[in-house]
């Protein structure tokens, strides 16, 4: 599995953006989506996740704001971010687990919201 994102950019805060994250190779593997994002200085941290089942959790700090949904296929992952505020500044990255449990991360999108 290939994952490449896009979508990142720079926003005012209260602006929108939505991230793309486009599977290649066995996507018929995968079984949970996610998007992370690191801010300079702090940890990977889990923003949204998708499972096979359409199950979703988000983190508390983007509930209301960020939704993680596919297309019919399958073959693309997005994150619609609104509200945007200057904390949500980060590194993107998007995240996909197989049945059989491999973990594969796409390359990260820069995110700025500006105050």
């Known amino acids: 599995v290939q994952l490449q994102a896009s979508g990142g950019g720079l926003v005012q805060a209260g602006g929108s953006l939505r991230l793309s994250c486009r599977a290649s190779?066995?996507?018929?593997?995968?079984?949970?989506v996610s998007w992370y994002r690191q801010a300079p200085g702090k940890q990977r941290e889990l923003v949204a996740s998708?499972?096979?089942?359409?199950?979703?959790t988000y983190a508390d700090s983007v509930k209301g704001r960020f939704i993680i949904s596919t297309d019919n296929s399958k073959s693309t992952v997005y994150l619609q971010m609104d509200r945007l505020k200057p904390e949500d500044t980060a590194v993107y990255y998007c995240?996909?687990?197989?049945?059989?449990?491999?973990?594969?991360w796409g390359q990260g999108t820069q995110v700025t919201v500006s105050s």
């Open positions: 995240y996909s687990v197989t049945n059989g449990g491999r973990h594969y």
């Open positions: 190779g066995s996507i018929f593997e995968i079984n949970t």
């Open positions: 998708l499972t096979g089942d359409g199950r979703t």
